[in-house]
């Protein structure tokens, strides 16, 4: 779906999430939201905070599970995503704290792996993500699906592309303080979710999109495999649409 601009986007996107809130809070079931961190969904969360604020909408049925950290990372650092998540969003709105989850990147390289699997049960454990918002890397990446990641990939540790690291640099100040890792929810993991709102804004994702839209399906774009699922909507403005 193609909007003139930014806002355009962000205020479609914050609507989908809201109607499919109020449509599970009718049927008295939980709304399992996947979310993601970036400067891409800052204004739909603006707008959801918004709408919380001014025409009433709850929270109080919303299961959060966020895409991927950095590791390691402590949450009280301000380039953590936690951080992002608290200041971007859950800080003003009604969500159960016990409902959040963001990967704790706090665990030793021993519990690393049953951390990861523990957080895709917990995932299945609430039937899979119902709405799953999505940004994309200038390398393709969803999450920290890197390029080479498998479209069989599970929720685990993954080093981090150099692209992915450049373009943290303006939130890190400089390279040597991004970390070289991350943990990210797998590309099997993104793909479940019943439907998928990838949402990328401005001229710099352009040449991206078009790659991931109508090129190869390739492990080296991650993003690509998504043209063979049906329940994937591209929200995008005109900056970011302009090479498709
Ligand atoms: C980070 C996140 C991704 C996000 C991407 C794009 O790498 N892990 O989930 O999609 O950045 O970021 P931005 O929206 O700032 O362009």
Avoid: W
Wanted: hydrophobic content about 35%.
């Amino acid at each position: 779906t193609l909007f003139s601009n930014a806002v355009q986007a962000s205020l479609y996107t914050a609507k989908q999430i809201a109607e499919l809130i109020l449509e599970k809070q009718k049927q008295g079931l939980p709304a399992v939201l996947g979310l993601a961190t970036g400067n891409t969904p800052k204004k739909v969360y603006k707008e959801l905070i918004r709408l919380h604020q001014y025409e009433g909408l709850s929270f109080h049925n919303v299961v959060s599970f966020n895409l991927d950290e950095y590791y390691p990372i402590g949450s009280e650092n301000d380039q953590s995503y936690t951080y992002f998540m608290n200041q971007n969003l859950f800080s003003y709105i009604d969500i159960q704290p016990k409902n959040i989850h963001v990967p704790h990147t706090d665990s030793s390289p021993d519990q690393i792996t049953q951390y990861c699997l523990d957080y895709e049960s917990k995932i299945a454990g609430f039937g899979g993500i119902d709405l799953q918002l999505l940004g994309i890397g200038r390398n393709g990446h969803i999450g920290f699906n890197e390029p080479g990641s498998s479209f069989d990939s599970t929720t685990r540790l993954v080093n981090l592309d150099s692209i992915t690291r450049e373009d943290a640099i303006t939130d890190f100040g400089t390279l040597n303080k991004v970390p070289h890792q991350a943990i990210s929810i797998g590309i099997h993991t993104i793909i479940q979710a019943k439907k998928i709102l990838l949402l990328a804004l401005g001229e710099r994702k352009s040449e991206i999109i078009n790659e991931a839209i109508n090129g190869e399906i390739s492990i080296q774009v991650p993003a690509s495999i998504l043209q063979t699922m049906p329940q994937v909507e591209y929200v995008l403005d005109n900056e970011a649409a302009r090479l498709i």
